[in-house]
């Protein structure tokens, strides 16, 4: 990221009075970036780069302070050896890093993240990284917290029209809120963990949820302008949107559409819901982010909208009362493989109750539950075997996933057979791994396989099988379907 | 159950050419029955009075030889201590015995039993009664068994169009053939198990599930004279009806209506489906006998049917490779308290691999699986606790089913909550048992409930909470619906 700080006008309304931007040129390219207002007399213009190579800029404002300021720098290769830039969409119904990197999501859930304490931050960040979780939902507004955790700064200036008599000037933003959502953007991104942040959620106790329509856009592009240049920058524009009861779905679109005009990087881009499933078909929408565990669904939704899916709630591992948030840690990790194997990816979540008020993982605190580890342990495998993503195998007997005669991975789910016919590719040899998704146990079996080949199971339900090509096999490439086709009877 | 052999004409085909009825009365009440050729000269007229005295009867034949006999005897009150008549439909949605007794149908499945060797057939009883079973689903036609399972008798005279130059004599019947089922059906009566008898089905290699249309109502009403006075007879007309690609749905009506029409008695009546459901609402169909374990949808079908449902297969225990063989004890468990929760009714089914070509338990043969104590554990439970039988409470906010004010019983399935407020009725105090289903192990919370109240739980899923009255409370009746009302957040 390149900053360009200037000094400007402190006086009147900067936030609204102000127009800065600056256009930077490399050979016949050129990109035009807004500024900000950072308080205190301070304007920053910051850009992402995408290109190697010598970059000019020069600014434009209404300030004549801020006006004409130009320069040169040089966008030289990554040197941290996690960059590989913003992650886009790719394959049809998967991800990867602008670099072509593969990433696969395998996200959890904080939502007060960017805003919380910084102890609350620290064990967030510690829980993410020890459970290799590479993308996290964020609030970019605040959100109430439990009873006693401290209140928190407010993006606007004012004291929040919380029933107390507050009020909230939307005309100015609190710099200082900003400042710390992206010195934790920041440590997400060294952690090369993506930040999924929610531009508009219903958990609100200070009238956020209902701006005036000028406001919202006043705050959409503020919040772009100082964001977007962050590379590990999702947008969800909403969470639970059709929750907010004051904005109409024309309202969400005009959101995304000026998110996808503002942002100079396309970020990703997607909208969250509650029950009314937003029609991802839009042209803004990059993928979808369901709340759901209705996988059985994913075939048709992905050739509906044609886009990668992520269900970002498929309820929470934990022990409170309501029925989202006491999933245990086998299901949590039964419903990841359910998502893989249907060729879509899922999200984490987890709320334990508290008798001290301490913040629930979910609204970013520590981590206690048990699904962390075995996510990570499906994570490991994906990036182990594959570089695209997989892809559901239709109309298989059971459920399972692979790409091209690469790599097919079966998830048995509730069935245990004592064996299974297993309908391989005649063109390659395949090596075949038992696996046991909760227990985290991998077991090669001696030989390869081709063709219609028996393969002997465990007693157990939820276990996986993985078949890796090895090498290419004479088969002529008419593979028979026959064990496709479920019996008649009874 | 009521008997008069005579002695009449062997000549001819006594099967076609002979008719046999007699007519039944007590006081004012008289009751048409048929009676049918057992080979060898003999005809038999079978009759089960519902009624306490002296009846009376009186035949009518075609032949000189059977026409006019006459005579009486006394129906006495039953002897045996488990004879209470046959099952029918009660209190809108369930099941009782003629003499009101409850009647909760946990059944299993064993197509072969009636007509499989007597090895098989022991064994079978030996686990039906074990596990308490209650009913079982039993094909009147043969179906082909396992390798090295002794060759069959045939229904039909003649030696089965088996592929094998071989031919069926419809005209013709078995009589050795139904006399083995007969024995079988006392048995099962003996031992208090219903019979659920499938006429028909689309597992057949001699021709009979592609009889001509006449041949089949010939059969009809043939079985029907012979079995119905057998009190623990149920009629399914047809198991996964939809695969018997020789008969039109107008057909299926048919032989509903032959049936409702040549029983006396008004057995039970069902048709069970692979993929299309039949119209339930049709009013031939005493209740519904479905395949699936989606019982979300039993609330809006048994408002749809106004009947009561039993989900006849909901895949088995056991571990074969076919995905309908292969479920887990637990899971098997998890699907018959899901049934009770949601209102209806679930029937067990097992399958396990076998070298030796020992017959599957559902063909009729040894129990293997471990779900079968579950399930008498459960029936046993819902045997003390109602009378009538448990209706799914709607909208509640975790799966839950009652009846009135006495009993209340909530399964938890997946979730886990470390505590719950339980919305219970204030006019009540409730005693508060925790119950785990699959382990088998019950809790009885000191003190008693009322109103709101929260329970503290375990911390595993798949458990259950019973609540029963023990007296009245003073609350006011306006319980407030709070916690069925699911938050909004997240």
Redesign the interface.
Known sequence: MFELHLNGPSSGNPFKDVVLTAVFTTNHRQVRVTGFYDGGGSYRIRFMPDTIGTWSYVTSSSSHDLNGHAGTFDCVAPITPGNHGPVGTAHQYHFEYADGTPYFPFGT?T?AYLFTGEDNAVASLAGMTQARFNKTRACVLPKPLGKGVQPLPFPTSGTGTDGRGGTNDYTRFNPVYFQTLEKRLLELQKANIEADLILFH??DAWGYKSMPDEVDEFYLRYTIARLSAFRNVWWSIA??YD?VKAKTMSDWDDFFRVTQTEDPYSHLRSIHH?RVIYDHSKPWCTHASLQSYDFEKSTSRREAWNKPIIYD?IQYEG??????G???A??MTRRFWLAIVNGVYATH?EV??SETGESSW?DAGRLRGDSGPRIAFLRALIERITKAGLNEVEGA??LSAGMGDEVLLYYFD????????FPLSVTANFSATLIDPFHMTTTTLPGTFTGKSRISLS???YQAVLFQKVSSAKGKATPSNESQV?????
Do not use: C, M, Q
């Not at 509730?414 to 016919?421: E, F, G, L, M, Q």
């Not at 479920?486 to 009874?490: A, K, V």
């Open positions: 859930t939502y219903p958990y969470n639970e929750l509650s709630e022990d409170v009362d309501r029925r989202w006491n999933l245990s086998e299901e979540g334990f109750i979910s007997y059971y509730v069935h245990r057979p004592a064996r299974y016919d007693n157990k339900p479920p019996s008649n009877e009874p």
